[in-house]
């Protein structure tokens, strides 16, 4: 079963107006979140993450916002620029215990930004 | 430069035919980790390592084998590879409690016909 979910395979925007991508997860356990990026032939890279102690975190265009009764969060991008084309992947990872370091990975999501 | 180094790229074999894909890391991190990536599924955590020695199964192990005898280095066995086992992998690496932040390698492509 997949436990983090992004229901949208690719996301289509204009360069300047705000990119919005969605995950959802159904693990309660879950307690942290985080969202990578993805060039074609490079490995994933850390873009923002987030704690479940909070609802939103921001690093200059991007802001992380979480919604823990919804199991639901989203990757906003503004303003969205050519060079933020990439496969967007969310991740979930509970703290310690046996399962310490663990990602579950969402399906990931193509962002398009056009000119 | 800080990285996670991936050897080969790219590598087609064939059914049965062992195979070892290289891990290295220059960042003194105890956590090791490998993924495999398909279509439609995202990325599945194959086995990890907590440290030295230390290492156990993640959500998708059978097939593979690892092993940690140094803390830099972390390969991924495939003792007798299989079509299914066709993916991308990746490698990656962290501190203990740094959050589950992790470094990723470039990625190796196999193909196994």
Avoid at chain 2, 24 to 41: A, I, K, V
Avoid at chain 2, 92 to 111: C, D, E, H, M, P
Wanted: glycine fraction near 8%; charge should be positive; charged fraction near 20%.
């Amino acid at each position: 079963d997949q436990q983090v979910k992004q229901n949208s395979p690719s996301l289509s925007v204009q360069e300047g107006r705000i990119s919005i991508l969605n995950c959802d997860y159904t693990n309660s356990m879950f307690d942290y979140f985080l969202w990578y990026k993805k060039y074609p032939a490079e490995g994933p890279t850390f873009l923002i993450s987030i704690s479940s102690i909070k609802d939103k975190n921001e690093d200059g265009r991007f802001t992380v916002f979480l919604n823990k009764s919804a199991k639901h969060l989203s990757l906003h991008i503004v303003p969205s620029q050519p060079g933020d084309s990439a496969v967007y992947f969310c991740a979930a990872s509970v703290k310690g215990g046996t399962s310490y370091g663990k990602l579950t990975f969402g399906q990931g999501t193509i962002l398009t930004v056009h000119p | 430069e800080a990285q996670v180094t991936q050897n080969p790229r790219y590598l087609i074999t064939v059914t049965g035919k062992k195979l070892t894909v290289t891990c290295s890391q220059n960042m003194n991190h105890e956590y090791m980790s490998w993924y495999r990536q398909d279509p439609g599924l995202g990325l599945r955590q194959i086995y990890y390592s907590m440290n030295v020695e230390v290492t156990d199964k993640g959500d998708v192990p059978e097939g593979y084998k690892v092993s940690r005898k140094e803390k830099r280095n972390f390969p991924l066995i495939l003792e007798s590879p299989s079509p299914n086992q066709t993916s991308l992998y990746f490698c990656a690496s962290s501190f203990v409690g740094a959050k589950n932040i992790q470094y990723f390698g470039a990625g190796t492509r196999l193909s196994v016909l």
